[in-house]
């Protein structure tokens, strides 16, 4: 559930999140557009650079972000709280497996899924809980790596807890729920879907 240290470090590097930010992150938010909204979780914050970019894209959202590793939530409450960062003020971060959220049943119109799934070996049960803490009708929206993205070289360096293809994605997104209004992708999976 917690990244290896290299890819920690990776990760948290101000190159890898300047890149993400502007190729991955710009590619997801410009395929889920307005489908983020109202009050929102985000699995797998990380450091918060993805809870930043979120609340600035989507500035009248209220979002809860979470993540397993407990330094990682607390590198993310230590983003700069002044008028330049004011996304960060109305961040909620917290603490938490997202196979046991701590949530209430249909807390969330949206939950947001980015990079998150492939650290957890039980991500089905991650994705049930999904569907649990979400409200009838709401939105998962989810960006996360496919099992040709993991070639030998990938997976030396950064083994994924869980693999899944495209087609298993969409199997158990289906299972916990939802209807896939868009989905995208092999390597790299984008999908929006609605709770039943």
Sequence with gaps: ME???LEK????S?????VYAKTLLARWQ???GGAIHDKV????????????????????????SLDYDYAQIELAKQIPQDAANDAANSITFVQGDATRLS??????????????????SNYKDAMKETARV???????????????????????FFTPEAVFTKEEMLDEVQKAGFII??????RILFIVAKKK
């Design 14 to 18: 101000s190159v890898y999140n300047y």
């Design 134 to 156: 979400l409200k009838k009708g709401g939105t998962f929206a989810m960006l996360d790596l496919g099992t040709p993205f993991f070639n030998r070289l990938v997976h030396f």
């Design 41 to 64: 979780l985000e699995i797998g914050c990380g450091r918060g650079k993805t809870s930043l970019f979120l609340k600035k894209q989507y500035p009248t959202i209220t979002l809860t």
């Design 181 to 186: 209004e868009k989905e995208q992708g092999r």
């Design 103 to 120: 949530f209430r049943s249909a807390s969330f119109d949206t939950v947001v899924q980015i990079m998150a799934f492939h650290h957890i």
């Design 3 to 5: 990244m290896s240290r």
């Design 9 to 12: 470090f990776f990760v948290n």
């Design 30 to 32: 410009q395929f889920v």
